[in-house]
């Protein structure tokens, strides 16, 4: 394996078993220096086994991982020059936030004056100046996850690992956090790799984002191309919600694919991933991409059907429409001057450069 000089974190075709279950199964990705990716999937898919493969707190099964190129699959925590911040803060309840701070610093014997800079320099990037003496109980939970991101910062890491880092705070804080935390991380160009579950995080902090479904690997991209172009009906479900229409694939040349529907419609689509014609596909069509009209539309991609039900939610209406040919399919409208009702007979439209075509999993 050749170490690429750019990526702080390489993660070769690890594995973690349990007895017969394969809890993390063949994942690889690297971390490029300074950038943030994100791990992320539901409950149970393997990141946080994944993560702590990498920090060195659990044994890998197979495989092998580098930081900035040093193979450390088999080295102790401490000897990865890696930074820790978990769910869970871990701060020390009798310690005040100056000497939680401090705390792996003593451990690794720095001079006393080092230490005292460093607990400076690690509060002040946090915002806690000022806050030294408090003990963590006299903190908010905000206040304490700052903490904690003070005391792995002190170490100086090459690289900072977190788990779920936020999911203790309530959704107000998390979201303030969550940017505090992105600038933070941006202006000190620190290499993060960072476990959630929550799709909106995992969006809108990182560069790129790891999507992990059953131990193994589903999609490695940047946001953009994560939401736009997913590459299964998992990712596509996961990040954000998705209509999928099931069809067979028609080549029609220029750039174009054909989805034929079993009503025999074909809905046209701007082609992005290879697929075999006459193959089984689906048809994704987020629903923040349509149009919704009362009146009738003509076109290729009309699909006609009937309104089951319409909410209101002051930013956004959502239509459930009961598609003719038997179908949901989900609409949701920003700027809107009408309300169509429950029961109105509709017509959704969709642009070919809006539709995304993937091949049929059999997996589901
Ligand atoms: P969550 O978001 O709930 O933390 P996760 O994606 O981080 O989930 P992991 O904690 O990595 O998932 O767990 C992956 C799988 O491995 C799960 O099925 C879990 O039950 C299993 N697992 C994790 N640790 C152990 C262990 N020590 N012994 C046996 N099975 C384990």
């Given at each position: 394996m050749q170490p690429m000089s750019d990526d702080a974190i390489q993660v070769r075709r690890v594995m973690k078993s349990y007895g017969t279950m394969l809890a993390?199964?063949?994942?690889?990705?690297?971390?490029?220096e300074g950038e943030f990716v994100s791990l992320l999937g539901p409950?149970?898919?393997?990141?946080?086994?994944?993560?702590?493969?990498?920090?060195?707190?659990?044994d890998t099964s197979g495989g092998a991982i580098r930081v900035h190129g040093r193979e450390v699959t088999h080295l102790p925590p401490e000897k990865r020059d890696l930074g820790f911040v978990f769910q869970n803060y871990a701060l020390w309840p009798h310690m005040t936030v100056a000497e939680n701070v401090a705390f792996g610093l003593k451990l690794r014997r720095k001079p006393r004056d080092?230490?005292?800079n460093k607990i400076e320099e690690a509060l002040s990037v946090t915002g806690l100046s000022g806050y030294e003496d408090r003990l963590p109980r006299q903190l908010s939970g905000g206040q304490q996850q700052r903490v904690a991101l003070a005391r792995a910062l002190a170490l100086e890491p090459q690289v900072l690992l977190m788990d779920e880092p936020l999911s203790n705070l309530d959704r107000a804080l998390r979201v303030v956090m969550r940017r505090e935390l992105k600038e933070l991380?941006?202006?000190m160009k620190m290499t993060t790799l960072y476990v959630t579950h929550d799709q909106e995080e995992a969006l809108s902090m990182s560069?790129?984002?790891v999507i992990m479904n059953g131990g193994r690997v589903e999609q490695i991209?940047?946001?953009?191309?994560?939401?736009e172009n997913p590459a299964t009906r998992f990712v596509a479900d996961f990040v954000g919600i998705t209509n999928f229409l099931e069809g067979t694939a028609s080549d029609m040349g220029g750039g174009m694919v054909g989805v034929r529907l079993p009503s025999g419609q074909v809905l046209?689509?701007?082609a992005r991933v290879p697929v075999a014609q006459g193959g089984a596909v689906r048809a994704l069509i987020r629903p923040e991409r349509v149009t919704i009209s009362p009146a009738e539309l003509s076109g290729p991609n009309v699909l006609a059907g009937r309104v089951e039900l319409s909410e209101y939610f002051g930013a956004v209406l959502r239509y459930t429409v009961r598609l003719d040919s038997g179908e949901i399919l989900r609409?949701?409208?920003?700027?809107?001057?009408?309300?169509?009702?429950?029961?109105?007979?509709?017509?959704i439209c969709t642009l070919p450069e809006h539709l995304r075509v993937i091949p049929h999993d059999p997996r589901g």
């Open positions: 993390v199964d063949d994942v690889s990705f690297n971390v490029a409950s149970g898919c393997g990141k946080t086994t994944t993560l702590r493969m990498i920090a060195g707190f659990t080092v230490i005292r991380q941006a202006r560069n790129r984002v991209a940047a946001p953009y191309e994560l939401y046209h689509a701007q609409a949701e409208v920003h700027n809107f001057d009408e309300f169509i009702a429950g029961g109105s007979r509709v017509w």
